[in-house]
């Protein structure tokens, strides 16, 4: 076993969302491990895409080929499907939106409503995710609803630049793939094809269900693990919160320490496990 530890680089963020553990910064160490395996053409799979900030960095630095995004999170898929193909009209929306508390009271009530078009939900789902504290769906505005905190409501919402990633997602939307599909399925439609890497970031198993709405179950983590330990020799990389129940359920698999800085509600270093396949070749990167 060895340890890594990142460091967050705006450089490579190019996604549009705020995400709670975000794995942006593991851009590098999953492009070497790609390259060092000599996968060609290679098609990179996110089961538990997110903010897909690894996954959006990968592609537009041409270390894949292409990439599919999967979120079983009905608003979140939204967003990802109306960002990248229904882009200008995205566009169009962030500059118009008023950034203010009553807004984001109407972008939230669209956010629960289960009738709301793909394009709207995905938007409201963007709105919240850039006007709430951390990003967390279900948190309060940046400032509280009086506005009377540090930080406004707009503090993360500079709409140039928010636009322009709108933008670069509609430009590479032909080598992007968006699926709303529950993660096992999907790693059995995509894990034994022909050079494809997957990297999986579930839901925490500490504090999963104050961070996603679609927060993991024991059995889901148990599942999960089941069907990659029955896939040793197919290329993957998995990393979860450093826990024992956890570990356990991957004990003949390899591991490796790492911690990320985090924002989530409040500051701190998160001390997290990385897991791999049998078949992986990985140099000690630290």
Not at 28 to 34: E, T
Not at 36 to 43: A, C, G, I, Q, Y
Not at 187 to 214: C, E, H, S, W
Not at 228 to 257: C, H
């Amino acid at each position: 076993m060895f340890k890594i530890a990142y460091k967050r680089d705006q450089k490579y963020h190019f996604s549009p969302l705020r995400y709670p553990g975000g794995k942006t910064c593991l851009f590098p160490f999953l492009g070497n491990v790609i390259k060092e395996n000599k996968l060609e053409s290679v098609t990179y799979v996110e089961p538990f895409a997110g903010g897909a900030g690894a996954a959006l960095a990968l592609l537009y630095l041409e270390k894949v080929d292409r990439i599919v995004i999967n979120d079983f999170d009905k608003a979140i898929y939204s967003f990802w499907k109306s960002a990248i193909f229904d882009s200008e009209r995205f566009i169009k929306k962030i500059f118009n939106v008023p950034v203010n508390v009553n807004e984001w009271r109407k972008q939230k009530a669209i956010n629960i409503n289960d009738v709301s078009s793909c394009f709207d939900l995905g938007f409201s789902t963007f709105y919240l995710n850039r006007t709430n504290i951390s990003g967390v769906l279900d948190a309060r505005p940046i400032g509280g609803l009086n506005q009377k905190g540090k930080w406004k409501i707009d503090a993360r919402f500079n709409k140039v630049t928010l636009a322009e990633r709108v933008r670069q997602l509609s430009e590479y939307k032909n080598r992007i793939t968006v699926l709303n599909e529950d993660g096992l399925k999907l790693i059995d439609d995509y894990l034994n094809r022909k050079n494809v890497f997957m990297y999986l970031d579930p839901p925490y198993f500490d504090k999963g269900a104050t961070l996603y709405l679609n927060h993991y179950q024991v059995d889901d983590h148990e599942a999960l693990a089941k069907k990659l330990n029955e896939n040793p020799e197919s290329f993957w990389v998995l990393t979860y919160d450093d826990k024992p129940e956890i570990k356990s359920l991957y004990l003949k698999r390899r591991t490796v320490d790492f911690s990320l800085a985090y924002n989530v509600r409040e500051a701190r270093k998160g001390k997290e496990i990385m897991i791999m396949s049998d078949i992986l070749s990985i140099k000690k990167h630290g």
